[in-house]
């Protein structure tokens, strides 16, 4: 969290905050974060460029209010993590 925090915020991240992530998420995981990381900040950048707004005579669905917290199996996110299939291509 730490990593999402400093990359959004002062807009690089700390050697010392990397360093754990690849051992943490792993390789793959951590591409997916940063890739999931980069489409946030471009939905972000483009909705902000149109001042996209909802029309005067609809009522917003955010936010939505929060249920009571269930408990989580972090083993079990995990592993649904890995199984997904995500494919990130660069354009050279």
């Not at 943490?24 to 990381?37: E, S, T, V």
């Amino acid at each position: 969290m730490q990593l999402v925090r400093e990359s959004f915020q002062q807009h690089k991240v700390r050697s010392d905050t990397f360093a754990p992530a690849p051992r943490q998420l792993g390789k793959r995981n951590l591409m997916d974060l940063c890739y999931l990381m980069g489409e946030v900040a471009t939905t972000a950048v483009v909705l902000h460029a149109v001042d996209l707004r909802l029309p005067y005579n609809r009522k917003p669905l955010l936010p939505v209010p929060e249920p009571a917290a269930p408990r989580i199996n972090m083993g079990e996110i995990s592993l649904a993590w890995r199984r997904r299939s995500v494919r990130v291509q660069f354009l050279l």
